[in-house]
């Protein structure tokens, strides 16, 4: 299946939530007060969330009035164009630099784990020598799942018994990638709640480790977000980032939630590009946010 068509039928709900109403917000009528206030709705009720719905349709004023247009359906072609540079405009400039090291992190139930053997496989795809590292000593049987996921790739691991300490694992990964000459290391942490502060400095702990031992890799921190919780997803990045600066997002789930335009507000308010999105189970179902076809796939 191709990438198109896999994006095509994950962003299936969100479509048919937002397309419909569009359609008959732009199918005619004047672009007045009331046509605003209805567009600012839609976007609203898409999840897009009430602060970036407002801007959003205030700059769709300013550049229907800029240039002139009178027609909706003019409008139209107006309103994707800034919805693209909106996501555009945090969306990293560069491809991956190697040595890379990945540390991922999130809330339970979000698909982690699952997400990080997906990402073994992508880099496997890019012809990289990839490492995992089962950072997660907190929860039962973590890194027996995470050697299910390396064995599935056919890629190395790194891990400790249940409840060592997380940094000493990250740690041995690190030398091992420095000694092995590893193009990704992928490091695993436990699922946790803002509210669980002994967990949460353990990431910073981690960062620490990272930073202190391996100053010549680049560097990415990336939090998995279930798009089933639409604006929710908001309030972890604000909390996870106060402890790891956040690097970007693996949206999970989005093939099963009509809730696909927190990603709009994602990148207005907190500048944090989706640099992956899952598009279903498979192994091969992760791939890299386009911003042109995410919203192509919208309208």
Known sequence: MGLFKKIAQALAKTRDAFRKKLDCLFSGGELNDEFYEELEDILVSSDVGVATSIEITEELQREVHKNKVRKAEDAKILLKKILVDLLNSVQPKENFDYPLIITVIGVNGVGKTTSIGKLANYFKNQKKEVTLVAGDTFRAAASD?????????????????EGADAGAVVYDGICSAKAK??????????????????????????????????????????????????QN?????????????IDGIILTKLDGTAKGGVVLAIAKEYKKPVLFVGVGEGLNDLEEFNAQEFIDNLF
């Open 181 to 230: 000459k590893t193009d990704v290391l992928i490091i695993d942490t436990a699922g946790r709640l803002h509210t669980k502060t002994n967990l949460m400095e353990e990431l910073a702990k981690i960062d620490r480790i990272i930073t202190r031992e391996y100053q010549t890799a680049k560097k990415l921190t990336l939090i998995v977000l279930d798009a089933t919780t639409g």
């Open 145 to 161: 799942q995470l050697t299910e996921w390396a064995n599935r790739n056919k890629v190395k691991i790194v891990k400790h018994t």
């Open 233 to 245: 997803a908001l309030s972890q990045i604000n909390h996870f980032n106060d402890y790891m600066k």
